[in-house]
């Protein structure tokens, strides 16, 4: 079955940076759109980016746009997430998706941005 499995967050600095990993399994992740959500406290969940099977096609949320970037490694079944100029609205549990299973979600990454 899909298996996600999320790594990378922390705590950082207002204007620092952190990249995140999400390792897949379970499903051929060559052939499959990749997302990033995020959630935080009281919040609903979010699409933070998306990128397309081939790493050619991604998108992003407003809020995000110009400070994170979505890339895949499809020889090593992963999906990152590099995130640059972190504030503190961007403090959630962030989550990889699948468009194979998008029930399926992991165990997601903090990522507290503090001072």
């Known amino acids: 079955q899909v298996q996600l499995v999320e790594s990378g967050g922390g705590l950082v600095q207002p204007g620092g940076s952190l990249r995140l990993s999400c390792a897949a399994s379970?499903?051929?992740?060559?052939?499959?759109?990749m997302r990033w959500y995020r959630q935080a406290p009281g919040k609903e969940r979010e699409l933070v980016a998306r990128?397309?099977?081939?790493?050619?096609?991604?998108n992003y949320a407003d809020s995000v746009k110009g400070r994170f970037t979505i890339s895949r490694d499809n020889a090593k079944n992963t999906v990152y997430l590099q995130m640059t100029s972190l504030k503190p609205e961007d403090t959630a549990v962030y989550y990889c998706?699948?468009?194979?299973?998008?029930?399926?979600w992991g165990q997601g990454t903090q990522v507290t941005v503090s001072s």
């Open positions: 990128i397309g099977s081939a790493g050619g096609s991604t």
């Open positions: 998706n699948a468009a194979v299973a998008p029930w399926t």
């Open positions: 379970g499903f051929t992740f060559s052939s499959y759109a």
